[in-house]
């Protein structure tokens, strides 16, 4: 009986409402400036660091290299 609900009423969902009308739109890309990209993307002080100052791009690396560590553990594998 719930098989025969969900069935008609997807049916009728398909013909009120066609996937067409319910995929979303496909938005243009806009072009984007190779400065912008730099000055908005790339620049990160604290894990680059500023002139004088070292940063963290060590620490990011190690912290990444634990965790695909972990991932390799058995004890990772159960949490999914």
Same mark, same amino acid.
């Given at each position: 009986?719930?098989? $025969?609900?969900? !069935? #008609?009423?997807?049916? &009728?969902? /398909?013909?009120?409402?066609?996937?067409?009308? *319910?995929?979303?739109?496909? &938005?243009? &890309?806009?072009?984007?400036?190779? !400065?912008? *990209?730099?000055? #908005?993307?790339?620049? @990160?002080?604290? *894990?680059?660091? !500023?002139? =004088?100052? $070292? =940063?963290?791009?060590?620490? /990011?690396?190690?912290? *990444?290299?634990?965790?695909?560590?972990?991932? @390799? !553990?058995?004890? $990772?594998?159960?949490?999914?």
């Amino acid at each position: 009986m719930r098989q $025969a609900i969900a !069935t #008609v009423s997807m049916g &009728l969902g /398909l013909m009120l409402f066609p996937p067409q009308i *319910i995929m979303a739109q496909q &938005l243009p &890309l806009n072009p984007v400036k190779p !400065t912008e *990209i730099n000055s #908005v993307w790339g620049e @990160d002080a604290q *894990i680059w660091g !500023t002139s =004088g100052e $070292a =940063g963290d791009k060590w620490s /990011l690396i190690r912290a *990444i290299s634990y965790s695909l560590r972990y991932l @390799d !553990t058995p004890k $990772a594998a159960f949490l999914t």
